[in-house]
């Protein structure tokens, strides 16, 4: 794994160094004008230059300039909230400047917005194969969303659910199943561990946030293991032009108890957009709140400070180095006497964070843009203190180490079959490995081994000590006959779990297949009709649940793994009719989903007794598979006031 991953950084170094060399000198070329509709300016808008990736937002007068642009023909889109898109193509040349100006028909219900998730590749959501549900940084703002977790209540399909009101650990439950069958990406990179998959969901700040796209149904196919469910991919924002915003938000919970969040956000772009950086802040101070009077808190106490960035360099008109940095330092409390440390207090659970995650990335694209190569490489660290206890209990803090390492390769290539019903295809490929290790400390009772046939009672031990190498290789073809669409691709992974308390190499190791096919008709702009079948896995590791320790009337319930745990695998299949209607001032949109998700060798827990008052749930393999079915209805309908 460690030759593998340095082998990136090697050839990741070499290309950017190569493309630095390759940075061309200012055209002195300018695009500018305006964006307006038949009535008015409209402010803020987006414009793109489609091959470059070179983007610019209106002034509040919805005026534009993009100052050296890349010589040649171009693509130019203009886009806004509640507007459908518009792409015209010019040409430019040396010393000139171009006049262009876009007039867009307003869009009651928006279905043209550029996705990622469904394939991996950019493309408009209409041309998905799968349906991708958006939550923009609109309905953040309107609904003062201040992490993901809020944001992910206003999607439909998903449900963000509290179980357990001690420390506020919460889930995300995605077409039925729980949330580590969901697999949560940042930009597409699975950095997000089985650690950070429970309270990371209230630890990323919204205002990093520029889009959450959601696909319901299996996507090991293309992320790997644990996307059953689902995927999330959270897509943060690009620095686009200069800006700040600082945001106070203060409120009271049934009138008595505070809720504040600062957060500021800054965008700075140099005149060449060769290079930007966008910088964003979040502090969160929620006071404990009890609603019923009987000294146990509902709601926990939460102090959250963030701060992160996104940086690029622009190696070249057609390629960029993206940077990306974050840390996250959160206390949150529950139980009861939050004053008091958590060992005097009757029932407490007291968890602090410091989390820290970076990245980097090289993107390029061929000047007829029909070729994209990415390599990327990102990294999460953890640092985790807790205490879960009961009557005073002194022994029961722990400490928790938790790092994750992905780095990958992926290319994409458009192919125009003119003698084949005059259709194209996009061929994506790519390998990625995957590296995690988790340390779990207990500093009372604790147990050396994770497994449940040797566990024994003494103090200050490791838990467990797990690591996990997945290294993966994926291929897919989309074949658009304008009418219909196909899409097939499969994926390899091999996973390694290590023991890294008894040896560095592997103590179990399986492969996994995991194909997919889905299919997209196209009966007219309103009617869409989409069916696919995709499996999935999740591997006998250590989930965040596990290291969770359960308090029933006093009495601690710890988490084990049996001896034999096997993966678990699924097949998923679902069947979709979206119809679109958009008047002039007035939309409609009904959404129809059904799936059905087959469980093989399904995790369970069962309740044990070891030893005298020693209760511990252990993680099984169900004798029998299970199923999950049903039926996703989504109707949105809009109506203009301008």
């Known amino acids: 794994m460690k030759n593998q991953l340095l082998l990136l950084w090697v050839l990741l170094l070499l290309i950017s160094t190569y493309s630095f060399s390759q940075t061309p000198p200012l055209s002195n070329s300018a695009i500018k004008g305006n964006i307006k509709s038949k009535s008015e300016e409209i402010p803020y808008a987006n414009i793109l230059i489609l091959k470059s990736k070179i983007g610019v937002a209106a002034n509040e007068k919805g005026y534009f300039i993009i100052k050296n642009a890349p010589l040649g023909k171009l693509k130019i889109r203009a886009s806004a909230v509640g507007y459908h898109p518009?792409?015209?193509?010019?040409?430019?040349?040396?010393?000139?400047?171009?006049?262009?100006?876009?007039?867009?028909?307003p869009s009651v219900i928006t279905t043209e917005q550029v996705v990622v998730s469904a394939s991996r590749i950019e493309q408009n959501r209409t041309d998905a194969p799968v349906i991708v549900n958006t939550i923009s940084p609109k309905l953040l703002q309107s609904t003062n969303a201040v992490n993901l977790a809020e944001g992910l209540n206003?999607?439909?399909?998903?449900?963000?659910e509290t179980n357990c009101l001690n420390c506020g650990f919460n889930q995300l439950r995605l077409n039925g199943l729980k949330g580590p069958y969901t697999q949560f990406l940042i930009n597409s990179r699975p950095i997000f561990s089985a650690l950070n998959g429970v309270y990371g969901l209230e630890q990323i700040p919204a205002n990093m946030i520029d889009r959450i796209e959601v696909v319901r149904g299996g996507g090991s196919a293309l992320f790997g293991a644990n996307a059953i469910g689902?995927?999330?991919?959270?897509?943060?924002?690009?620095?686009?032009?200069?800006?700040?915003?600082?945001?106070?938000?203060?409120?009271?919970?049934?009138?008595?108890?505070?809720?504040?969040?600062?957060?500021?956000?800054?965008?700075?772009?140099?005149?060449?957009?060769?290079?930007?950086?966008?910088?964003?802040?979040?502090?969160?101070?929620?006071?404990?709140?009890?609603?019923?009077?009987?000294?146990?808190?509902?709601?926990t106490k939460i102090r959250n400070r963030s701060f992160g960035l996104r940086s690029y360099y622009r190696t070249s008109d057609y390629s960029k180095l993206i940077l990306d940095f974050g840390t996250i330092y959160e206390l949150r409390r529950g139980g009861n006497k939050e004053?008091?440390?958590?060992?005097?207090?009757?029932?407490?659970?007291?968890?602090?964070?410091?989390?820290?995650?970076?990245?980097?990335?090289?993107?390029?694209?061929?000047?007829?843009?029909?070729?994209?190569?990415?390599?990327?490489?990102?990294?999460?660290?953890?640092?985790?203190?807790?205490?879960?206890?009961?009557?005073?209990?002194?022994?029961?803090?722990?400490?928790?180490?938790?790092?994750?390492?992905?780095?990958?390769?992926?290319?994409?290539?458009?192919?125009?079959?003119?003698?084949?019903?005059?259709?194209?295809?996009?061929?994506?490929?790519?390998?990625?490995?995957?590296?995690?290790?988790?340390?779990?400390?207990?500093?009372?009772?604790?147990?050396?081994?994770?497994?449940?046939?040797?566990?024994?009672?003494?103090?200050?031990?490791?838990?467990?000590?797990?690591?996990?190498?997945?290294?993966?290789?994926f291929l897919q073809e989309e074949i658009d006959f304008h009418i219909f669409t196909i899409l097939a691709g499969i994926r390899y992974d091999r996973a390694d779990i290590i023991n890294l308390k008894k040896a560095k190499k592997p103590v179990r190791s399986f492969n996994s297949f995991n194909p997919r096919t889905n299919i997209l008709f196209k009966i007219n702009k309103a009617i869409q009709i989409r069916g696919s079948f995709a499996s999935g896995f999740r591997p006998p590791q250590v989930f965040n649940e596990d290291l969770h320790l359960n308090i029933s009337g006093g009495q601690k319930i710890r988490s084990i793994l049996s001896n034999n745990l096997e993966p678990e695998t699924s097949n998923?299949?679902?069947?979709?009719?979206?119809?679109?209607?958009?008047?002039?001032?007035?939309?409609?949109?009904?959404?129809?989903?059904?799936?059905?998700?087959?469980?093989?060798?399904?995790?369970?827990?069962?309740?044990?007794?070891?030893?005298?008052?020693?209760?511990?749930?252990?993680?099984?393999?169900?004798?029998?598979?299970?199923?999950?079915?049903?039926?996703?209805?989504?109707?949105?309908?809009?109506?203009?006031?301008?």
Request: proline share 2%.
């Open 230 to 299: 689902g995927t999330v991919n959270i897509i943060t924002k690009d620095p686009i032009n200069n800006s700040f915003t600082l945001i106070n938000n203060t409120s009271l919970v049934n009138g008595k108890t505070f809720d504040e969040s600062i957060n500021f956000s800054i965008s700075q772009v140099t005149d060449n957009y060769r290079t930007g950086i966008f910088a964003y802040g979040l502090y969160r101070n929620r006071q404990a709140y009890d609603h019923n009077g009987d000294n146990l808190y509902e709601l």
């Open 86 to 105: 518009q792409i015209k193509t010019i040409e430019t040349k040396k010393n000139t400047s171009i006049q262009l100006n876009f007039t867009l028909d």
């Open 339 to 473: 004053d008091h440390s958590p060992h005097i207090a009757d029932v407490a659970e007291q968890l602090i964070h410091n989390i820290t995650n970076g990245g980097l990335s090289w993107e390029a694209f061929s000047k007829d843009n029909q070729r994209k190569i990415s390599i990327y490489l990102s990294g999460s660290n953890t640092k985790r203190k807790s205490y879960y206890g009961a009557k005073q209990d002194q022994s029961a803090y722990g400490r928790t180490e938790d790092y994750s390492i992905v780095g990958g390769i992926q290319w994409s290539q458009k192919i125009n079959h003119k003698k084949f019903f005059h259709s194209h295809s996009t061929i994506l490929t790519g390998i990625e490995n995957t590296y995690n290790q988790l340390k779990d400390t207990k500093l009372g009772y604790q147990i050396p081994d994770f497994t449940i046939d040797s566990i024994i009672n003494y103090p200050n031990t490791t838990v467990t000590h797990q690591g996990v190498n997945a290294f993966g290789i």
């Open 572 to 642: 998923s299949f679902t069947a979709s009719f979206e119809w679109t209607t958009n008047k002039s001032k007035f939309g409609t949109q009904l959404t129809l989903e059904s799936f059905y998700t087959i469980l093989n060798n399904p995790f369970h827990n069962e309740l044990e007794t070891l030893g005298e008052n020693d209760l511990v749930y252990v993680k099984k393999n169900a004798t029998s598979g299970a199923f999950v079915k049903g039926i996703n209805v989504e109707f949105k309908s809009q109506l203009l006031t301008f």
């Open 154 to 160: 206003f999607s439909p399909g998903l449900r963000i």
